[in-house]
């Protein structure tokens, strides 16, 4: 969760297809007006450095090698993510989270056209094939009714100025923060619970104030959200029971 500027992309290596023993593949680098580096290792394992326009290669490459035993850390988590990820056989009293809770599924034979949610989800047997594509886009539209309102209020609670919220489906991004008061969070967060929900909305308003991550920026964070490392490490925790479909 940073804050983003218009960022232009590029793959590495190039040309470089054998990797010595011990070094770390650079997937790809995002540069844009930013002062720092950042790492980020994608839910696939993947790479992805952010750096600044005119940084040099060798700098970035530098910066990789002095942090290899995180990432490597990090590449062996998100693998292992990979293989807990839920799998879904959308048959009856398979459990759907919603808001925090586990819900069951059960098929009906009813005629309706839709899935509908009664303090559990309820589909019709002849709709199963779908199920995956009316789930996905029942979760989005209650996102689209909740997470932004939410923001708002906590927004206007503490005196923020939100211009614009956007619903996004970045993998292994919960949320952003862009130019101009722009909010980006991720749909999925509707699964979680409110409390997660709210702390992902704190840390990026608190980006709206402090640009960075620094002990200034967490500050700012414990002020809008005091319990706010329990909440980040479920997210870390269990980030694979948001994953949909």
Same mark, same amino acid.
């Given at each position: 969760?940073s804050?983003?500027?218009?960022?232009k992309s590029?793959?590495?290596?190039s040309s470089?297809?054998?990797?010595?023993?011990g070094?770390?593949?650079i997937?790809?680098? +995002?540069? $844009?007006?930013r002062?720092?580096v950042?790492? /980020?290792?994608?839910?696939?394992a !993947?790479l992805?450095?952010?750096?600044?326009l005119r940084?040099?290669l060798?700098?970035?490459e530098?910066?990789?090698?002095?942090?290899?035993?995180?990432?490597?850390r990090?590449?062996l988590?998100?693998?292992?993510?990979?293989h807990?990820?839920q799998e879904?056989?959308?048959i009856?009293?398979?459990?759907f989270?919603?808001?925090?809770?586990?819900?069951p599924?059960?098929?009906?034979?009813e005629?309706s056209?839709?899935?509908?949610f009664?303090q559990?989800?309820?589909l019709p047997?002849?709709?199963?094939?779908?199920?995956?594509a +009316?789930? $996905?886009a029942w979760y989005r539209n209650?996102? /689209?009714?909740?997470?932004p309102s !939410?923001?708002?209020e906590?927004a206007e609670?503490?005196?923020?100025?939100?211009?614009?919220?956007?619903?996004?489906s970045a993998?292994?991004?919960?949320?952003s923060?862009?130019?101009?008061?722009?909010?980006?969070l991720?749909?999925?967060?509707?699964?979680?619970?409110?409390?997660?929900l709210?702390y992902?909305i704190?840390h990026e308003?608190?980006?709206l104030?402090?640009m960075?991550?620094?002990a200034r920026f967490?500050q700012e964070?414990?002020?809008?959200?005091?319990d706010w490392?329990?909440?980040?490490?479920w997210?870390?925790?269990?980030q694979?029971?948001l994953?949909?479909?």
């Open positions: 969760m804050r983003r500027s218009p960022s590029m793959r590495y290596p470089k297809t054998e990797l010595r023993p070094e770390i593949a997937h790809e680098i +995002l540069r $844009s007006p002062r720092t950042g790492l /980020e290792v994608r839910p696939d !993947r992805v450095i952010r750096a600044p940084l040099p060798s700098e970035i530098n910066i990789v090698s002095s942090k290899h035993a995180w990432i490597i990090q590449q988590r998100a693998r292992t993510l990979q807990k990820k879904r056989n959308f009856d009293g398979d459990k989270l919603f808001r925090g809770d586990s819900w599924l059960k098929l009906t034979d005629e056209d839709g899935l509908r009664e559990g989800f309820f047997r002849h709709l199963q094939p779908e199920a995956p +009316l789930f $996905s209650e996102a /689209e009714k909740i997470i !939410r923001v708002m906590i609670n503490f005196k923020f100025k939100v211009c614009r919220i956007r619903l996004s993998s292994g991004r919960w949320g923060c862009g130019a101009g008061g722009t909010l980006n991720n749909w999925t967060l509707i699964l979680a619970a409110p409390a997660v709210d992902v704190a308003l608190a980006h104030r402090e960075n991550h620094s967490w964070v414990s002020f809008l959200c005091p490392q329990r909440h980040r490490k997210l870390r925790q269990h694979e029971l994953s949909f479909p």
